[in-house]
């Protein structure tokens, strides 16, 4: 039995060793095995926390996810307008685009045992991470439930920042319902483009192409 005081640190070595090795082989061809080494730890140490490779790689996805809204609840203030809380989901939904021949980058870091400041996922680990877990969403029902649970969370958090500007008249929208599904979709979509590193050579700034959107929606 681990040591007391030592499972949150463990389990989270396990998922961000669980994460690289993604990163390195894909989902399928990652094991428990390969997982352990990576981890510095046993085989059944991983087993003692997580009952399949199934449900690590569900735990390890939903800690990816996770990542993006730590980092953005991170930055908030409660004296932000709108349009400033939209800019901090927006620099941190958004992947970087990645080059594909950088050299090393740093390890995977998505718990918050040594402070949010600490938390990394470099861009073109970023980009696998995404491709990988959200290809086989398309056919595993457990990540897409775990996936529209996050999805659900942030559409919430998107429509009450939409709100929050009615309130205080900055925006003046009469269906904040179908605004708040615009700007997710949006960010989700060049989100999409950012990890396949897709864009047209007339587009110099995809992230001015986000805000133009926004910017008309909300009258700005």
Known sequence: MPKVGMEPIRKSQIINSTLECICMVGIEKMSLDMVAKEANCSKGVISYY???KDTLILEAFRAFLSYYNTKINSEVREDMKPFEILQIVQKNALPEYYNIDKEAEPKINVSEIRGVEAMNIPPAKKA????????????????????QEVYKGDYKGILS???YGNEIGIFKETDASKSAYAVMALYIGISMLRVVGFKPEEVND????FWSVVNSMFGK
């Open 161 to 163: 920042i939409i709100s």
């Open 50 to 52: 997580f009952k399949s």
């Open 128 to 147: 696998k991470l995404f491709v990988s877990f959200f290809s086989r969403a398309m056919l595993d029902t457990n990540l897409q439930a775990v996936l």
């Open 206 to 209: 995809d992230v001015d192409v």
